[in-house]
């Protein structure tokens, strides 16, 4: 069974919203920012040298030149992406979740019980002290 699994849980309009910043915050810092660089950079070398200035989408294009060239030069030992299915649980396992799902369930149903009759029995143990307090003060 695997242990580490960590859910993100986008609810309602407020996840929605969040994930929408968090994903135009990865774009402009991983591909807006960079594509600009590069056009600055290439515009300024265009002042020195024959070539011609460039806008904002072919510095774009160039960014994406050279971060696809650095993934193909670079040495596969160094850098490996993997994309792999997760693993599925087995029947045994997916048993012993639903074991311990029903335990669990019938657990919060017992203390909820245990609660809801504790609470009268304070409340009368309470009153025959408070009844056993006025006696003896009498």
């Not at 290439?42 to 024959?50: C, E, G, I, L």
């Not at 030149?65 to 670079?74: D, H, T």
């Not at 056993?132 to 009498?138: D, G």
């Given at each position: ?7 993100i849980?986008i ?30 950079i ?9 070539i ?6 072919q ?5 994406a ?10 040495d ?29 369930s019938?657990?919060?149903?017992l203390?909820?019980m ?9 409340k ?5 002290d408070?009844s ?7």
């Open positions: 069974m695997r242990r580490k699994t960590r859910i849980q609810s309602g309009l407020r996840g929605i919203l969040m994930m929408l910043f968090i994903a135009s915050c990865l774009a402009a810092g991983f591909i807006a920012f960079p594509a600009f660089v590069a056009m600055h290439w515009n300024w070398a265009a002042a020195y040298a024959a011609p200035a460039i806008n904002i989408y510095g774009l294009m160039l960014w030149i050279v971060a696809i060239s650095g993934f193909i030069i670079n596969r030992k160094k850098f490996l992406v993997a994309f792999k299915a997760p693993d599925r649980l087995t029947d045994d396992e997916m048993k012993k979740v639903l074991e311990r799902v029903k335990l669990h019938q657990a919060q149903a203390n909820s245990i609660l809801k009759s504790a609470k009268p029995i304070e009368e143990n309470k009153t025959e408070s056993e307090n006025k006696k003896e003060n009498v």
